[in-house]
């Protein structure tokens, strides 16, 4: 569904990412595990349209896409989450799920003052349908409240529902457990196969052991911008050079 070739990202003199080769299997969760500074954010921004790769490619459903616009990668079914949690903090929970469907509707109703009909009929479908994706992460009490009032664990609730709310095929999340507490992972991790059920693809970037091994059918491990290893949870736990970079870096 999603294929990187030979993907390299250059800053100045610095290749944070290095003839990266990855593959995201149709309906799978796959795993971008490694040290701090491997590459990993770095790789999804180039995914996502904030840097065009310096070499190789990206194909997304048999496309070209490396060198598009985010906004355009995002119309083509690529949604993301990002390491640091990024609301509209003073929209309620409500607005950013709106704001999320958006590139799937017409015309910016949000702002349109002289409403026809058939606008505030779309409006409320909107609004329903938005109501309706905050219940499937369980925020529905905080619909009208502002996204910066939300607890941390329920704003990166919110930001995974903003972005399944554009009907993506591929959601891509930069450590979304990051800071919830155990009860609030194995919830997420229910989450994670709430989402596979919709038929959404996940590649998901987490520092969390547990839940990668545990929810991950295929993992990619990456160190100093390169690709270390790849394969199953089991054959990744125990590949001896995957031991040596996590024991011999900081995490
Ligand atoms: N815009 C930039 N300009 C220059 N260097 C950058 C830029 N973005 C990232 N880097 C560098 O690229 C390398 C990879 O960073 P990146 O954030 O992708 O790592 P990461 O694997 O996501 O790490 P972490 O687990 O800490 O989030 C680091 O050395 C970082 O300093
Ligand atoms: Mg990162």
Known sequence: MLE??????????????NHVNLKIRDKQITGLIGPNGAGKTTFFNCISGVYTPSEGTVIFD????????????????ISRTYQVI??????TALENVLVGMHPRMKGGFLTD?????????????????????????GLEKYANDPASSLPYGGQRLLEIVRGLASNCKILLLDEPAAGMNS???E???????K???MGVTILMIEHDMKLVM????????????????????EEVQNNPEVIRAYLGGED
């Open 183 to 185: 009860g609030e992972k």
């Open 195 to 197: 989402i596979l059920d």
């Open 187 to 193: 919830e997420f991790d229910r989450l994670l196969q």
């Open 214 to 233: 545990h929810i991950c059918q295929y993992i990619y491990v990456l160190e100093y911008g390169k690709l270390l290893a790849e394969g199953v949870p």
């Open 4 to 17: 990187a070739n030979g993907v390299t990202i250059k800053f100045g003199g610095l290749v944070a990412v």
């Open 113 to 137: 003052m002289f409403k026809t009909p058939a606008v505030r009929r779309e409006e409320k479908e909107a609004k329903e349908k938005a109501y309706e994706w905050l219940k499937f992460v």
């Open 62 to 77: 048999g496309r070209h896409i490396e060198g598009l616009r985010p906004y355009q990668i995002c119309q083509a079914g």
């Open 86 to 91: 990024n609301l509209f903090w003073k929209m």
